[in-house]
């Protein structure tokens, strides 16, 4: 798939994402003043779950990664070993500097800047979402931030592939180690088993789907007729599933606004340092404006589908973990279009890669 192809597969997905600041507000209200006016909705959606999994939940993060994971080349996984370099920067800065970053910024500031206004219990539940946070790099979004910033889309297709397949193998281990120094109790079996849910499984039903409808309708009717939606599906699941979040905190954002201002504050320092950490190693290492735009927003933003999910089966939906997790989509939307006005404002520091790339006259 040519890197054009990419791009017009990424502006398909555009026209409903350029107002998702507005819709993300206007489910974060709905649901917030549902869940105010009528808390026995709460407590409905609360007690549909089968091993403390929400089944309503559940389907709706299905329906949010099942079609990211469809528009994935998995080919273009082999291609990027041509040119390896932003992938090792994506690598190092998402897996040995970002969860790190994360939990020592949740630990900060829940337990020395805030530990006069923020109780202890609840603070541990908030460091809690904040590090499952941190230790889920990447999601589709990020084919959306990198189509604005005029990037690579062939190198941030890789990396949604590469850091879904990745987490397979590190979000368990990693998340275990770092809940555990906050002092969060979580066998790494709950985590790898809600990984295996949330990514495995709709990463093999999207391999299995592209494969064969590409076998027997081509790639043509693929990328025309079956992706021309599968973004839209996603997008609504989410903002479905924001609602339900809100719903259950409804009383909780009316009630306490400040909890989720202080949640906010530590979330917005991590995606700033880690984008400017991956932005400047990529121009350290003189990688091309192209690939260093994606590579910088690839780790600042965070795949929080999975981080919802599993902060819902470890601790519950109307927890302080889920309520943080809930406030990393309510920042990740305008950050990251703030970060992308960054990059096109700084797109001279880096050299230019000699290709078409996105936003260009076609």
């Not at 979040?245 to 400040?258: A, E, S, T």
């Not at 933003?301 to 997790?325: D, K």
């Amino acid at each position: 798939m040519s890197i054009e192809q990419q791009a017009k597969k990424a502006r398909s997905l555009g026209v409903f994402e350029r107002y998702l600041t507005l819709w993300v507000l206007i489910c974060m209200a709905v649901g917030t003043a549902l869940g105010y006016v009528f808390p026995d909705m709460a407590a409905v959606l609360d007690r549909m779950q089968v091993y403390n999994v929400s089944i309503p939940i559940g389907i709706l993060l299905f329906f949010m990664i099942y079609p990211i994971m469809v528009q994935i080349d998995f080919q273009t996984v082999v291609d990027a070993i041509k040119a390896p370099k932003p992938v090792i920067i994506t690598l190092v800065v998402n897996w040995a500097i970002k969860p790190f970053s994360m939990a020592f910024l949740a630990w900060f500031f829940m337990r020395v800047v805030w530990s006069g206004i923020i109780p202890f219990d609840a603070g541990t539940e908030y460091i809690a979402g904040m590090i499952l946070l941190g230790v889920a790099p990447c999601t589709a979004m990020v084919l959306v931030w990198s189509y604005l910033a005029k990037g690579n889309m062939g190198h941030t297709l890789v990396m949604v592939a590469i850091n879904s397949l990745t987490m397979l193998f590190l979000y368990a281990p990693l998340g275990t180690v770092l809940l555990s120094v906050a002092e969060v109790p979580v066998p790494f079996m709950t985590i790898m088993l809600s990984v295996g849910f949330y990514v495995g499984l709709p990463l093999v039903a999207g391999y299995i789907t592209r494969t064969q409808l590409i076998r027997s309708r081509g790639i043509e009717w693929y990328e025309a007729s079956f992706l021309r939606y599968m973004g839209k599906i996603s997008i609504t699941a989410l903002l479905v599933t924001l609602i339900t979040l809100f719903i259950l905190q409804g009383r909780v954002i009316i009630d306490m606004p400040l909890v989720i201002l202080l949640i906010a504050v530590p979330l917005f320092i991590q995606t700033m340092l880690i984008f400017f950490i991956g932005y400047g190693i990529a121009k350290g290492a003189k990688v091309a404006y192209e690939d260093a735009a994606p590579t910088a927003m690839i780790g600042a933003s965070n795949h929080f589908e999975v981080a919802i999910a599993v902060a819902v089966m470890l601790f519950g939906l109307e927890s302080g973990a889920a309520l943080a997790t809930v406030v990393g989509v309510l920042i990740e939307v305008p950050v990251m279009l703030m970060l992308v006005r960054i990059c096109l404002a700084t797109k001279h520091w880096f050299p230019a890669k000699a290709v078409s790339v996105v936003g260009e006259s076609s």
